[in-house]
């Protein structure tokens, strides 16, 4: 508890951002009022706890989960994701060499802003840029490959806290912005934003599914739904959650799917990663 | 036949379903609530605890009590048309303002919720 | 007093012909009605607000279209049309809308 106090405390002091002259945009402000809502608003749930999703909002789903957890649905995933990380390029070179540290516990940096390209990065778009870049056709984003490699992935770096930074640049500022607006923004025949649901509605039903609370929910991704009966990249759940208010899905890895991401990430930081996980 | 008879039955034919027309047409609540658990119009369940209705969610407030609740059915008809313009952050959608439902949906969906 | 008659019934025959023709849709009708549907339903794509149900609309005016049946496609390029509208209505509220669902 205390090592956690402390690695949340020198994260957000060392990624104290400058205040821009007008409009100032300040993910630090915003970073601790969206941690303080949710925290006040579910006094017993352990901070750690919310990257849990539903699980964390509700005592009955939660039994279920730990059966299902005894046989962790993700597993082959994983190990399908970490076969094909493995395997060479026809050029001899594999998914490792494009990624630090051979692309082992790494996923708590991303997605990261590129200062060079000036965009998001997110771990989807940099496996499919590495697999371009080396002559090999890309993944579609909602595939079942994509999520055995995130799924690898994120697996590697199980408990480590996010660690999303946002550098000192306008343009960075901006991208987190536009992700924070498409948060909010309703969207669909429906009129729903994000936060209708996952800030406005955490615990509720919609029928007879529980919604998880915004806090930490990328941090459990990808997941292997049970409704889906196989694995749901993060581009997939944007995909289905537009189409569910009747909006028109957006392509896979939109500039704005990916600052909404490095949006929803950020405000995870300090928060474990939890992924692959299994949802309801 | 005479021109005349002829008129008299006309007009009689006329009384008669103009005076139909002004009783609730029987099935009236069955379509109302036909409409109103219908995923693709009112949706109502999604949110709302309905008795009669399976699996509801309860995002928003069970439907009961209504006539009692809502004694003027014009709050209810504008709460379901855009209750955004009461609530700016209403998850409550534009039913009528988004194309969802039109007047006559939504007056039968009312006749429905007020015998809730 | 046959040429009264005759020219009365002309002018009623034309009147009702023209009627007639002004309640049944052509192609050229629809053609114009999926047209300004299209033109919204991009404008909507370009603000990235495309709804579901505008794309199920336009889909079912060209399928009517292509079964002949114009005043079915004109009513289904038409609702298109306004649901295209709402949606781009929807994105230009939000604009501003969406700031005061802030967390704080």
Not at chain 2, 38 to 62: M, Q, S
Not at chain 3, 79 to 96: G, N, P, R, Y
Request: hydrophobic letters at 40%.
């Amino acid at each position: 508890m205390l090592r956690q106090i402390f690695v949340a405390a020198v994260f957000v002091l060392g990624t104290a951002q400058p205040l821009l002259a007008d409009n100032a945009v300040d993910p630090n402000a915003d970073f601790k009022a969206f941690r303080e809502y949710f925290t006040k608003r579910f006094p017993k749930v352990p901070l750690n706890d919310f990257v849990n999703g539903p699980y964390s909002m509700d005592e009955g789903l939660r039994n279920q989960w730990k059966s299902i957890e005894e046989f962790p649905p993700y597993e082959f995933a994983v190990e399908h994701g970490k076969e094909r990380f493995a395997k060479p390029f026809k050029n001899g070179k594999t998914l490792g060499d494009c990624f630090p540290n051979k692309g082992i516990g790494i996923r708590q940096n991303y997605p990261y802003f590129d200062t060079k390209s000036g965009e998001v990065i997110t771990l989807e778009l940099a496996l499919n840029q590495c697999l371009e870049a080396n002559g090999e056709k890309p993944l579609d984003y909602s595939s079942q490959d994509m999520a055995a490699l995130t799924a690898y992935m994120a697996f590697t770096s199980r408990g480590k806290p996010f660690d999303i930074k946002i550098p000192n640049d306008p343009r960075a500022l901006a991208a987190y912005r536009s992700g924070e607006q498409y948060f909010y923004t309703r969207r669909g025949q429906l009129n729903f934003s994000c936060a209708s649901c996952h800030v406005q509605n955490p615990g509720g039903h919609i029928r007879t599914e529980v919604l998880a609370p915004a806090l930490g929910i990328l941090n459990a991704m990808p997941i292997y739904r049970s409704t889906w009966e196989n694995m749901g990249t993060i581009t997939r759940r944007f995909r289905t959650c537009n189409s569910q208010v009747r909006g028109v899905p957006l392509p896979g890895q939109d500039v704005l799917y990916r600052n909404v991401e490095y949006y929803l990430s950020y405000m995870g930081n300090g928060l474990p990663i939890s992924g692959p996980s299994a949802r309801p | 036949m005479t021109g005349g008879g002829r008129i008299a039955r006309g007009a009689m034919a006329l009384a008669m379903l103009l005076a139909g027309a002004a009783l609730t047409p029987p099935g009236a609540q069955a379509d109302g609530q036909k409409l109103a658990f219908d995923r693709a119009k009112g949706n109502c369940l999604t949110c709302h605890e309905i008795k009669g209705g399976p699996a509801p969610g309860n995002l928003g407030p069970p439907l009961a009590d209504m006539k009692a609740r809502f004694p003027d059915r014009k709050e209810l008809i504008a709460i379901i048309s855009d209750e955004t313009k009461r609530n700016p952050l209403t998850v409550m959608p534009p039913f009528k303002r988004n194309l969802i439902l039109n007047d006559k949906e939504i007056e039968v969906i009312v006749d429905f919720l007020q015998t809730l | 007093m046959r040429t009264r008659t005759l020219i009365r019934l002309s002018v009623i025959l034309s009147v009702v012909g023209l009627t007639t023709a002004a309640l049944a849709a052509s192609a050229d009708d629809f053609k114009a009605a999926l047209a300004k549907a299209e033109a919204a339903n991009k404008q909507a794509g370009a603000l990235k607000n495309q709804w579901t149900t505008t794309k199920d609309e336009l889909k079912a005016a060209q399928k009517a279209a292509a079964s002949g049946n114009f005043d079915e496609a004109v009513k289904h390029a038409n609702q298109a049309e306004a649901l295209a509208k709402a949606s781009i209505a929807q994105s230009k509220a939000e604009e501003t809308a969406w700031t005061a669902a802030i967390v704080r």
